[in-house]
């Protein structure tokens, strides 16, 4: 497990990063929590690698009432404890384990762009954007949106000789909530499927918007516009109360109205017909189709919740 | 202070230097030393046609390619059949490199040693070689039908069969026996492959010097290996030295031996005249170690209203992989284990062990015990279930009587000598997990089970250990025996006993294992045996040289030896303790001396007064010295038993399975450190749940392991363990000097067992396969409701 000859690059700006991308077929090394195994395994065998864990400029975080921006060296603990999106966040809790959280970046799993992992989901979800950048006599740049930057599996837009400079996620509307509801078969596992949800509901606590992303269960994330099965549904509980939560932490929802319970189901399967889940050696194609509906039943309700619960902020 | 640390909860002395850093474990060693990779097959199963070595040539670094043609007759020999056994009939064992075939992926193939190990691998990336595929035999169902054959010469692929047998009290057969029962049941038990996955794979490092050679190996038995390497590369025992360093983590894996890495690194490095290591990676050890437990089980009961079994008839294949370089003792322990706590009125078990284009098969922790265990605890469950009756009311109706030790179960154990249990009871064990985990208050509901599972253990196996004891003139006690740690402690518990026999405070004992240069002679460490045989053998020594000791202090003082007592390091006469004498002192005298190094010395040179003219300076009949060696030889295995019990909850919707609590009574006799034997129940428990619910090797039909990491086989994290509740039973050993019984398999044994009654009981469904996955949970929910929807 060690891999094969490669020549080192470390650019000290993002400029000098640029131009050697442009004059050799090389891989970045930002975190390297996905690359190194694929080297070591002889997976991958990159001849040049271009590190770019010097290039301190690429380590920001600028929030702004728009969104947050998310430099290519900001690792996930990073985005995680700056709480600067509330579904970055939620999301960045169920990646991997704090060792790997430690020195990941969040671009690095997005261009990695594994259908499994989280954050390529939560990209999706809300629209967000990929700066890409390359050098042709001058830094070029060229901002991706989620769903034409996300390709095939371990595939995004990312051309040779680009660089990933930045991710931008797009804030919420008022009213908002989210959820990111998954099950892997151990504590940081990739999911073997998971649903995030982002729901916006009215001063009436109906549901105006509501939309998921999943992972595991498809190519890429799979994104669905469920407005129309869940649209004006009152959310249940929003006048207050404590979460019941069971043994395995779900919100009992008991409450539910009967309409409501229909439109939740009614997304969920809208969810589940959209997905194409395989077989692997953790769980049957079928078990992931049922629970992608399970989940997303989960994550819209609590993301309405949320979002009801948001009304008076 | 006390000197009676004999069942103290002392810490463990080793856990300073392993937990920060300081071990010295197999790749700490030979910093400078030429590294070593092997080219393994990517093929299940395929002839070798050619191997060209001139494209890695070129490679910087490189010092040496080997194939099987490059080795000298006796070191390319096929290893050794470690433990024959009339049974099996047609053994077959792989050659240190491939000859001709390779039987499963992972086998090496061709050995590099270069410069480094990066070097070393970029020529294992470029060697070519040319394979003919051969049609592989992937599973147990494939190999029993015998349609491709692993080796040409075993014909159904069959190694070996036996058939014990144990008649009921009138003389019938178990097949007639259960015709009659009044209730008969069969059914089909599947268990899967899983593996020990030592944090620290196997290692070799090995020095020559133009005479001895030293070898560094990561292994269970250092001085086994010493005579394996020393017969096989023609050297003389006394030229070789084998030293297990720091070992992380053994589990079974490492008792095989010699691996062909402990036989080629060495002879590399007598070749080259340069040091060799060589580290295995993950990579390796998935698929070029070793696996276990893969089983399908067919079983029949018969039984009467009570639930006592009448008769039990057990039909095995054992899937023991490409190679049986263990023998079958696996199928022996699962075969004879199988019984239990209980009485089974007639016996018969047939085992079939075949070969398949996989990697070999031998023990892992608790070996072929889970899967026994897990036989006969479904089987209590459901005769339970067809009676209606409580699984525990089952169980104890089957129970040996604590009256009835020693109980003879009529079979032949793993050592060769009769299964007769030593002492145990059964019925308090029941009383007591029943107790601890609330049987009888647990409130039943769907989505919520409680289970249980209960064994018997057989521990301590032969044929011996031994142990010496040194009080040096500083007053330290050195203590070595020649079986290995990987782990488990030994430093703490040799050391409690010596100092808690020989009166000294423990800080001033230290404990060398598995260090051929300090014992010579020695088994290993498998199958919970290292206490009760090192233990009891330095028990052992160590009242040889207290009985020395007291004799020389006798003297000194002018008293009676009897008279004599030894606390915190000090010879005193009982009841006078200003009539006193330091151990050191006494160690001083133990050896007459015609030089004086120091102060101390001068007190045993020939003209100080101690000395008495009449006598020789060393009596005869004794040595120089304050030291003793004596070893343990038991006439056969002393047997620990536990019941464990758990409750889970199950997810309606996504059916994980949750444990929300794990209960564990445990007899292991005297114990002699009840933190570290809760240390090794816990650690166990773990394992157990990883082979329950989370672990398996999953092989395509090409005989790929397409899980060979551990990003996909699913070792569980500490996260998916609950905490272990744990009660101690002590029904101490007849059978030696301690009266203890091993406890470092305890852990594992049950957990299936006790996990598939848990989630049987929570949802009503027949739980017969292990592992269960959230997954395979759904689709027998799934089936469920088919077969509801069809009636």
């Known amino acids: ?313 | 202070m006390t000197t009676r640390l004999f069942g103290e909860p002392v810490q463990r002395r080793e856990d300073p230097r392993l937990l920060t850093g300081q071990g010295r474990y197999l790749d700490d060693l030979g910093r400078d030393a030429l590294a070593a990779a092997f080219v393994r097959s990517p093929h299940a199963h395929a002839r070798i046609r050619d191997i060209d070595v001139a494209p890695a040539l070129d490679v910087p670094g490189l010092v040496a390619i080997y194939t099987w043609e490059d080795l000298p007759e006796r070191v390319g020999r096929a290893l050794p059949l470690l433990i024959p056994h009339p049974a099996l009939t047609h053994g077959r064992t792989a050659y240190p490199l491939a000859r001709d075939v390779v039987r499963h992926v992972g086998e090496p193939v061709v050995m590099v040693v270069a410069s480094d190990r990066y070097a070393a691998e970029d020529a294992c990336a470029l060697i070519e070689v040319d394979y003919e595929p051969l049609k592989p035999v992937v599973g147990l169902e494939e190999a029993v039908q015998g349609a491709a054959l692993v080796h040409e010469d075993v014909p159904g692929n069959v190694g070996a069969h036996l058939v014990q047998e144990v008649a009921a009290a009138d003389g019938r057969g178990a097949g007639e026996v259960i015709e009659a029962a009044p209730h008969t049941l069969s059914f089909r038990l599947d268990i899967e492959r899983s593996a020990s996955m030592p944090l620290e794979g196997r290692g070799v490092y090995a020095r020559w010097d133009g005479r001895d050679l030293r070898v560094y190996s990561s292994t269970q038995t250092s001085t086994s290996v010493r005579m394996a390497v020393a017969a096989t590369l023609g050297l003389p025992l006394p030229h070789v030295e084998v030293i297990a360093p720091d070992v992380g983590g053994g589990f079974g894996v490492k008792i095989v031996h010699p691996w062909p890495e402990e036989i080629l690194v060495p002879w590399a490095a007598m070749t080259l005249g340069r040091e060799v290591k060589w580290a295995e990676d993950r990579r390796e050890h998935f698929i070029s170690s070793a696996h276990e437990r893969a089983q399908i089980q067919h079983v029949r009961v018969g039984f009467d209203d009570d639930g006592r079994v009448l008769g039990l008839d057990v039909t095995i294949r054992h899937d023991h992989g490409a190679y049986t370089p263990y023998g079958i003792i696996v199928p022996i322990v699962t075969s004879t284990q199988l019984l239990g706590p209980y009485k089974i009125g007639a016996y018969r078990v047939a085992f079939t062990s075949v070969y398949t284009n996989t990697v070999q098969v031998t023990p892992y922790r608790g070996a072929g015990r889970p899967q026994a265990v897990f036989c006969m605890e479904r089987t209590m469950d459901k005769i339970a279930r067809h009676l209606g009756k409580d699984r525990t009311e089952v169980r104890a109706v089957n129970f040996i009587g604590p009256e009835e030790f020693p109980y003879d179960q009529h079979m032949t154990f793993q050592d060769g000598r009769p299964l007769i249990y030593d002492s145990g009871n059964y019925p308090e064990m029941l009383r007591m997990i029943k107790e601890l985990i609330g049987w009888d208050e647990h409130e039943r509901r769907p989505g919520r089970g409680i289970g249980i599972g209960c064994y018997v253990e057989g521990t301590g196996v032969g044929p011996y250990e031994g142990g010496h004891v040194q009080v040096t003139s500083d007053g330290r006690v050195h203590v070595s025996t020649g079986l290995t740690s990987q782990g488990q402690g030994h430093e703490t518990v040799f050391a409690q006993i010596a100092a808690t026999e020989l009166g000294v405070p423990i800080e001033r004992v230290s404990v060398v294992t598995g260090d051929t240069r300090r014992f010579g002679y020695a088994v290993g460490t498998f199958a919970s045996r290292a206490a009760v045989m090192s233990g009891n053998a330095i028990a052992l020594a160590c009242r040889k040289v207290r009985e020395k000791a007291l004799r020389i202090a006798a003297d000194a003082l002018e008293a009676d030896p009897a008279d004599l007592a030894i606390d915190d390091g000090m010879v005193h006469v009982a009841g006078a303790p200003s009539a006193s004498i330091p151990l050191s002192t006494v160690a001083v005298l133990a050896n007459p001396l015609r030089y004086a190094f120091d102060d101390e010395a001068a007190k045993a040179t020939q003209f100080s007064a101690t000395a008495s003219p009449d006598r020789p300076p060393v009596a005869e009949g004794e040595e120089p010295g304050l030291e003793g060696r004596d070893y343990y030889s038991p006439v056969r295995s002393t047997f620990a038993s536990g019941m464990h019990a758990a409750i889970v909850e199950t997810d309606p919707d996504t059916a994980e399975i949750k444990v929300v609590r794990y209960a564990v009574v445990h007899d292991c006799g005297r114990l002699i450190n009840p933190m570290i034997v809760e240390g090794q129940i816990h650690g166990g428990v773990a394992q157990g749940i990883g082979g329950a619910l989370y672990e398996r090797m999953v092989y395509d039909s090409h005989g790929q392991l397409v899980n060979a990491s551990f990003m996909d086989f699913l070792m569980p994290y500490a996260t998916e363990i609950p905490h272990v509740e744990t009660a101690h039973l002590e029904t101490p050993s007849p059978l030696n000097p301690l009266g203890i019984k091993g406890a470092g398999e305890a852990g594992v044994i049950p957990v299936s067992a006790v996990i598939a009654s848990a989630v049987e009981d929570a949802e009503g469904i027949d739980v017969d396969r292990m592992p269960i996955s959230p997954s395979e949970l759904f689709e027998l929910r799934e089936l469920r409701e088919l077969r509801a929807a069809m009636e």
């Open chain 1, 1 to 313: 497990m060690k891999p094969p000859p490669f020549a080192y690059h470390a650019p000290r700006d993002v400029g000098a990063a640029l131009r050697t991308l442009a004059q050799v077929r090389g891989k970045v090394l930002a975190g390297g929590q996905s690359l190194i195994p694929l080297m070591n395994m002889r997976l991958a065998a990159p001849e040049h690698l271009v590190d770019i864990n010097r290039i301190g400029s690429l380590s920001a975080i600028d929030a702004t009432p728009a969104g947050v921006r998310v430099g290519a060296l900001v690792r996930h603990s990073d985005a995680e404890h700056a709480g600067a999106h509330p579904l970055l966040t939620r999301a960045l809790k169920l990646v991997a384990h704090p060792a790997i959280r430690n020195r990941g970046t969040v671009v690095g799993s997005l261009v990695h762009a594994d259908p499994a992992a989280e954050l390529p989901a939560v990209l999706a979800v809300l629209d967000g954007t990929v700066r890409l950048a390359r050098w042709d006599g001058r830094a070029v740049e060229r901002e991706v949106p989620a769903r034409e930057f996300f390709v095939g599996p371990l595939e995004s837009a990312v051309e040779p000789g680009e660089l990933a400079v930045s991710a931008f996620f797009p804030a919420l509307a008022p009213r908002t909530g989210t959820a990111f509801e998954e099950v892997a078969r151990r504590h940081g596992d990739y999911a073997l499927a998971g649903v995030c949800a982002v729901v916006t509901v009215d001063g009436d606590a109906r549901v105006t918007a509501a939309r998921v992303a999943c992972v595991g269960v498809g190519p890429v994330p799979v994104v669905v516009d469920v407005t129309g099965a869940c649209g004006g549904v009152d959310v249940p509980g929003a006048s207050g109360g404590a979460d019941v939560t069971g043994a395995f932490g779900e919100v009992d929802m008991t409450g539910a109205s009967g309409s409501a319970a229909g439109g939740w189901a009614e997304a969920a399967r809208a969810v589940q017909e959209e997905t194409e889940p395989e077989s692997d050696v953790h769980a049957s194609a079928a078990y992931r189709r049922h629970l992608v509906g399970v989940l997303a039943e989960r994550a819209l309700r609590n993301a309405a919740r949320e979002g009801a619960a948001a009304r008076g902020a």
